[in-house]
């Protein structure tokens, strides 16, 4: 059967969202000898380099646009990895997905959409089964906090990709937002982190090549065809991945609270696709 382009728009969005979802345990791991900031840094300069190889310099004119993008993109990716210094994967992953009530309102905010009430309902649904997802997190305020700085940077970020992306090329975009959040990284990070990067490699390349790339490719190929409202529920499926890989591969627990949370998450992405 043919996909039509908005069923591979919404099939490059759940694959988007499993991708991100599988960061969480892969940078927190990477936390016991990276800083923070060195970690995304490597994110955002192993992104740049392939985006400058498939797309070229880009053209002035994308320049602009690229680098709001990646001023949002850097300081969502900081406060996240701030906040798993502290912070479960789960937890993390849950509480990142605060952006599914923020970006609909954003983007009637700042691009003017036009939002159904279904839009509105389906969004705050599916925060709700975040909170409860998140129910049993309260003794990691601090790095809650970072991650709530984090899920409004996202929302902001998605917002500024439904605004731009049909503007510019996808690769001139993604290079300045990558160039540029590897640029703001540089005052906070010294050479001699990169003393341990030999034996983090394999995860920094994934980080880098799969997820700064694949993944936010994916999004950007998703959100021509699909509204950022509806994007960022699908999107917000990284934080059930999130849970699979901390309950599978990371030990950690959910209780019946949370499963019925997880049970609305995919509710409100079931009803906000569904034609």
């Given amino acids: 059967m043919k996909l039509n382009p908005q069923n591979k728009a919404l099939l490059a969005l759940f694959a988007s969202a499993m991708l991100f979802g599988s960061t969480f345990l892969v940078v927190k791991n990477l936390l016991d000898d990276l800083s923070p900031m060195f970690v995304v840094f490597c994110r955002f300069l192993i992104a740049s380099i392939f985006f400058l190889i498939i797309g070229g310099i880009p053209n002035k004119n994308s320049i602009k646009p690229g680098l709001v993008m990646g001023f949002f993109l850097w300081l969502g990716?900081?406060?996240?990895?701030?906040?798993?210094?502290?912070?479960?994967?789960?937890?993390?992953?849950?509480?990142?997905?605060?952006?599914?009530?923020?970006?609909?309102?954003?983007?009637?905010?700042?691009?003017?959409?036009?939002?159904q009430t279904k839009n509105y309902v389906f969004s705050f649904l599916g925060f709700t089964g975040i909170l409860l997802i998140s129910s049993t997190s309260i003794d990691q305020m601090f790095g809650n906090l970072f991650t709530f700085i984090c899920a409004m940077s996202y929302a902001i970020h998605i917002v500024l990709v439904e605004k731009e992306v049909n503007n510019f090329n996808i690769s001139n975009l993604m290079f300045v937002q990558s160039l540029f959040g590897a640029s703001l990284c540089m005052p906070y990070i010294s050479i001699i982190e990169a003393t341990p990067i030999v034996q983090n490699i394999v995860p920094i390349i994934f980080l880098g090549l799969v997820v700064n790339v694949g993944a936010f490719y994916l999004q950007l190929f998703g959100q021509k065809f699909v509204k950022a409202s509806t994007s960022s529920l699908i999107l917000s499926l990284e934080a059930i991945f999130a849970i699979l890989i901390g309950i599978s591969l990371a030990g950690e627990v959910l209780n019946l609270i949370n499963w019925i949370g997880v049970a609305i998450v995919l509710l409100s992405i079931f009803g906000a696709v569904k034609e």
């Fill in 77 to 115: 990716y900081y406060t996240q990895t701030e906040g798993l210094v502290t912070s479960s994967t789960i937890n993390s992953g849950v509480v990142t997905g605060f952006y599914v009530v923020l970006t609909p309102l954003l983007s009637k905010l700042i691009n003017r959409t036009d939002l």
